[in-house]
């Protein structure tokens, strides 16, 4: 099945301790992102990849760092998480045809930091 | 900067009312157009999207949406809603030709049907 995953779905962590979300696609899909959701805000981009090794900042980096080391994996790292990431995390991914086509989303992972 | 405008953040219809949500973005060149709804407690599904060719495209679930490039409106409709299409509409807009296929996402539109 073609799909999306990120792990954890639920974390609760204190200040300042390091985590890491790992996001992976199946779809062999060139064009990878984060996204973090709040209430009012919609949905922001944090990260995004187009393809292995390139990798870039979207609208809200501060605070998260990325990798792309393999076109399926992109996990988002927080080395020292604080209150205001506490959140709603969406990876997705999209092949990309002249362009980025349709985003293909994960299952969201849901971040509390104490 | 590029936005994009969702009209309504809040939405209350009885079933097999009408639905139209508004969506505008601000970017003079080419987009790609999208919907995503997100049910509750659930992930973003695309319902529906536009890249080019006839403006008027259908989704599933008989949702549609019109693009009108003059206006710069991407807006949803449905002719008769259900109780099931209770959920958050997103807009998002790619304007396509820029630097990283940056998906903009309007704040999002919550839509409660009631039965």
């Known amino acids: 099945e073609a799909q999306v995953t990120q792990n954890p779905r639920y974390l609760i962590t204190v200040t300042g301790k390091k985590l890491t979300v790992t996001c992976s696609q199946n779809?062999?899909?060139?064009?990878m992102s984060w996204y973090r959701q709040d209430p009012g805000l919609g949905l922001r981009q944090i990260y995004y990849?187009?393809?292995?090794?390139?990798?870039d900042k979207g609208d809200v980096p501060e605070g998260y760092k990325v990798s792309r080391k393999e076109k399926r994996n992109f996990p988002l790292i927080l080395e020292s998480p604080s209150p205001n990431q506490t959140s709603l995390y969406f990876c997705?991914?999209?092949?990309?045809?002249?362009?980025?086509?349709?985003?293909?989303f994960g299952p969201g992972t849901r971040l509390t930091v104490l | 900067a590029q936005s994009v405008s969702q009209h309504n953040h809040h939405v209350i219809l009885s079933e097999a009312a009408s639905l139209e949500l508004g969506c505008n973005y601000s970017y003079g060149g080419t987009v790609n157009l999208f919907w995503y709804v997100q049910y509750p407690g659930q992930h973003l599904q695309l319902l529906l999207k536009?890249?080019?060719?006839?403006?008027l495209v259908k989704g599933i679930k008989g949702f549609e949406a019109e693009f009108i490039k003059s206006k710069f409106s991407f807006n949803l409709r449905k002719p008769s809603v259900q109780w099931s299409d209770t959920a958050e509409y997103f807009c998002a807009v790619i304007p396509i030709y820029n630097q990283g296929g940056k998906l903009i996402f309007g704040q999002g539109t919550e839509l409660s049907v009631k039965p």
């Open positions: 990849s187009m393809n292995v090794e390139v990798t």
């Open positions: 997705a991914s999209s092949p990309v045809v002249a362009g980025v086509r349709e985003q293909f």
């Open positions: 779809m062999n899909h060139e064009y």
């Open positions: 536009y890249f080019s060719g006839d403006p």
